[in-house]
């Protein structure tokens, strides 16, 4: 009869093999898609936006893997350059999101007072309001282009990191060793850069990870729409959308940017909920709750 620490033992394989593996998927998928994003186009022999209506709708075959499109555009060569796009535009969005946000956060949560007042009552409106809504409104407001959409996004983003920096913020500047620094007459500046912005480094990367996955379902959905990359530009919400007519006689127009899509998603989630893991208890709860 197997003791009962062996049972417990045994309990925790069983739980920690299935999330390792998760996690491996994440990590693999996620590499995956920035070697293809870095590489990819320059080892394609085709190029994204030239057209030769001769090959147009052709199924997929060894000369085009996976197809090409109703122009006679090779679908394969059209997602690699499609990921280069779609995670640089995520990447520079989430980038403008944490920097906005965790100053924000950073003044806010160790300025305190009135000023900790209004930044917060920002945050909260921001906040009051479904994030895709805003980037509609904002993307048709401004006018569709990339430029306009990477803005639409950022501007919806950064109040989740703005309130997860303040939480954290207010719990640290009571600490013994920022109430030490300021006794030894170090200045606010000395404080927040030594102190208070190393202990939340961590949790604001997961956010970030996390972030990843939603901005670029964001910007596939604007593109869908319209209100973001521009025909003929290799973008795979714009993909989607033009082979939304040809569904019935070409299948893989929009099979193959939508599976992109829901890799490149659940990759970073998976990623980033195994960085979230790895967390305090208490730094995994402030993350759920944005």
């Not at 090959?55 to 090409?68: C, D, F, V, Y």
């Not at 499609?82 to 995520?90: D, E, K, Q, T």
């Not at 569709?144 to 939480?167: D, H, I, T």
């Not at 319209?226 to 127009?253: C, F, I, K, N, V």
Request: proline share 6%; charged share 15%; net charge positive.
């Amino acid at each position: 009869m197997p003791t009962q620490r062996t049972t417990d033992k045994r309990r925790q394989w069983t739980d920690v093999v299935p999330a390792n593996r998760l996690t491996q998927f994440g990590v693999v998928v996620v590499f995956g898609l920035l070697v293809l994003a870095v590489f990819g186009p320059m080892v394609s022999p085709y190029d994204p936006v030239e057209q030769n209506l001769l090959t147009r709708l052709q199924p997929p075959s060894l000369a085009h893997p996976l197809g090409t499109d109703q122009l006679g555009r090779d679908v394969l060569t059209r997602l690699l350059y499609g990921a280069r796009l779609s995670l640089g535009i995520a990447v520079a969005v989430t980038a403008v999101r944490l920097a906005v946000g965790a100053a924000v956060g950073l003044v806010a949560g160790y300025a305190g007072g009135w000023i900790d007042e209004a930044l917060m009552r920002l945050v909260d409106t921001l906040l009051a309001f479904p994030g895709i809504i805003l980037a509609l409104v904002i993307a048709g407001i401004l006018g569709p282009s990339l430029v306009n959409m990477m803005l639409a996004l950022a501007v919806v983003g950064w109040a989740s990191y703005a309130r997860l920096v303040r939480s954290s913020v207010l719990s640290l500047r009571e600490r013994e060793f920022v109430t030490a620094s300021r006794l030894l007459g170090r200045s606010r500046m000395h404080v927040a850069t030594s102190h208070l912005i190393p202990n939340i480094v961590a949790p604001v990367v997961v956010l970030a990870t996390l972030d990843i996955g939603g901005v670029i379902l964001g910007t596939a959905g604007l593109s869908f729409l319209g209100l973001g990359a521009q025909p003929p530009t290799p973008e795979w919400g714009t993909m989607l959308a033009s082979g939304r007519d040809y569904l019935r006689q070409a299948w893989w127009l929009v099979n193959a940017p939508g599976i992109c899509i829901m890799l490149a998603v659940l990759g970073f989630n998976l990623l980033g909920d195994r960085l979230r893991e790895t967390l305090s208890p208490t730094q995994s709860a402030q993350i759920e709750q944005l």
